[in-house]
């Protein structure tokens, strides 16, 4: 049992919405392929993944850094100690070797990427979904028969306008979504609170709509914001300024009489326990939202999870950002508050796939082998034939 190929590649988002700090035209991911010589159905048994959304590929640090250390490896470093499957920590650890201390963002995504990949090929070997392999190794067997969902929409358009916002949010609503998140700080505040205003008639008050500044804002304008929409009793105000400014975070929290939301763009487990410790973040309010291929991967988020309750955050706080099937899975497997969705917004990396399917503000979960992939027809064409499986 061995990886004897790891293949690669960057694809287009082809999205021209934007957030408050910049629009999605040439935004691409990485697509990776963990081939293996384990044989079912007449084929190789592989591993998929790619890096979630809004960052750019990984592609050259995976070809030329990490994907060579797990090709040179003794293929029984790999492995679980039974030797019948692959082992994801002992692949992140040969990873790492010859790798510094600190400097976690250069390398927690491509690093995080590839240990997706290879959850994906231990679920396969299992022959199980990838939900009920996490249950058993980290949550006492109790995985969830259904996800809480919410629609991560609302992005900036070229000439939209509050009626088009409206027609979008009403189409997430026939879809089954409960609870939808809209991006703010693209436009001047009364025109962001004007939107908001459109939403929180249309979803029938402020815990079923959150908003997100993707790390907008300078202190004033954080403030302003925050002053603005307290009265409003929002879901959660969601990374109203940079993710490393643990002091204003702190004076936000402060004041901020609802959730504040942050942790999609850190690296790893050792930046949420100073943000935990520095940043004021209040237990049963805030919401952490760490994305496992973003963070070094699966067993990292696991190691975030520890920390959290530490800090008295419970699973109930965890929503992981990334609205795709790795984060369904993940929250599934380990119990956690609810999964983001993207439907419509990323090309072939939207939505769930085949498998799933919305009602009432939750997921079905899928039963593919795996994390399930293959059931994601345009997305499943490029890791198809980028793995050279037919």
């Known amino acids: 049992m061995r990886i004897v190929a790891i293949r690669e590649c960057a694809v287009a988002i082809n999205s021209t ?31 998929f993944a790619f890096n979630s959304f809004g960052r750019y590929n990984c592609s050259a640090m995976i070809r030329d850094r990490f994907a060579p250390k797990l090709l040179a490896a003794d293929p029984a470093a790999l492995l679980d100690d039974a030797g019948t499957n692959f082992d994801p920590a002992r692949a992140v650890e040969v990873m790492l070797q010859r790798e510094r ?53 609302g992005w900036y358009a070229p000439g939209q306008t509050p009626a088009d916002l409206a027609r979008e949010m009403k189409g997430y609503l026939a879809a089954g979504y409960r609870m939808v998140k809209t991006k703010i700080g693209g436009l001047p505040l009364a025109q962001d609170i004007e939107r908001i205003q459109t939403l929180l008639e249309l979803v029938g008050g402020g815990q079923a709509l959150a ?38 975070y702190r004076e936000l929290s402060e004041v901020y009489p609802h959730a504040l939301g942050n942790g999609e763009n850190f690296s790893g487990n050792r930046e949420l326990e100073n943000f935990l410790l520095y940043s004021g973040f209040r237990p049963g309010l805030d919401v952490i939202q760490v994305d496992p291929p973003l963070a070094y991967g699966i067993g990292e988020y696991v190691a975030c999870l520890a920390t959290a309750r530490r800090h008295g955050f419970g699973p109930e706080s965890m929503y992981p950002h990334g609205g795709n099937l790795m984060s369904l899975h993940v929250v599934a497997g380990l119990g956690l508050a609810a999964c ?51």
């Open 340 to 390: 983001e969705a993207y439907t419509g917004v990323f090309g072939i990396f939207s939505g769930f796939g085949e498998e799933v399917t919305v009602a009432d503000g939750h997921a079905t979960l899928p039963e593919s082998p795996g994390i399930g992939f293959e059931r994601q027809p345009a997305l499943w064409s490029v890791m198809r034939d980028l793995a050279g499986v037919h």
């Open 101 to 153: 201390s600190g400097g976690h963002a250069e390398r927690c995504i491509p690093v995080g990427t590839l240990e997706l990949a290879i959850w994906d090929l231990v679920a396969k070997v299992e022959g199980r979904p990838l939900y009920r392999v996490l249950a058993d190794r980290f949550n006492g067997g109790q995985a969830r028969d259904v996800v809480p969902v919410y629609v991560g929409g």
């Open 17 to 47: 919405q934007r957030n408050s700090r910049f629009d999605f035209r040439s935004m691409d991911t990485s697509v990776v392929a963990v081939v293996t010589d384990v044989v079912r159905d007449g084929a190789p048994l592989c591993g």
């Open 211 to 248: 908003v997100d500044a993707n790390c907008g804002f300078d202190r004033e304008r954080a403030f302003a914001y925050a002053e603005a929409l307290a009265p409003l009793g929002l879901r959660w105000l969601e990374e109203p300024c940079d993710p490393m400014d643990y002091a204003l």
